[in-house]
């Protein structure tokens, strides 16, 4: 069965000290990675993709098929970073559903 | 704003009562989906329609609840004799069926049962 562990609810950082929210995931075939945010008082929205190998708002995150992880990285955290933090899979064998982590919330100290 | 619509924003409802969300999804999405979200998960899913046909449901689905999306383009959650655990906040997404699978969420209806 597929499922998507982020092992932490809470992080806090200073404001210019590196981030990184850790998401693990278990599925035996092919997932599609994401990450989502959700910015205060804001609908949940599309951070970045794996597929994309893109970096959004200085975020990256890299899929280890070997460690079955999905990691999410900033060098420097900003203020307006503070967020709610989803890591999702989606797999075309269902109907290119989402399951979600039960999120992490990341707070910025100024 | 041309993202997914879902109504109504806030209902809060007596136990035992009948209550109906609506979710207006992004107009060229064929696909829609609705999740559940209570305090402190990441939203789980209920199920999805590609076009007018509710293709997955997840066994989260109790008899109480039912969906539709008769013309392929809203779609309405009902909940039928509500319960005190129905209470949380219900997500609607949609996304195209090929290409990119992006799913684009809307606000959310919060319910509260009483």
Partial sequence: AQRVTQPEKLLSVFKGAPVELKCNYSYSGSPELFWYVQYSRQRLQLLLRHISRESIKGFTADLNKGETSFHLKKPFAQEEDSAMYYCALSTLSTGNQFYFGTGTSLTVIP | ?114
Wanted: charged share 25%.
């Fill in chain 2, 1 to 114: 704003d041309t993202g997914v619509s879902q109504n109504p924003r806030h209902k809060i409802t007596k136990r035992g009562q009948n209550v109906t969300f609506r979710c207006d999804p992004i107009s060229e999405h064929n696909r829609l989906y609705w999740y559940r979200q209570t305090l402190g998960q990441g939203p789980e899913f209920l199920t999805y329609f590609q076009n007018e046909a509710q293709l997955e449901k997840s066994r989260l689905l109790s008899d109480r609840f039912s969906a539709e999306r008769p013309k392929g383009s809203f779609s309405t959650l009902e909940i039928q004799r509500t319960e005190q655990g129905d209470s949380a906040m219900y997500l609607c997404a949609s996304s195209l069926a090929s290409g990119s699978t992006e799913a684009f969420f809307g606000q959310g209806t919060r319910l509260t049962v009483v």
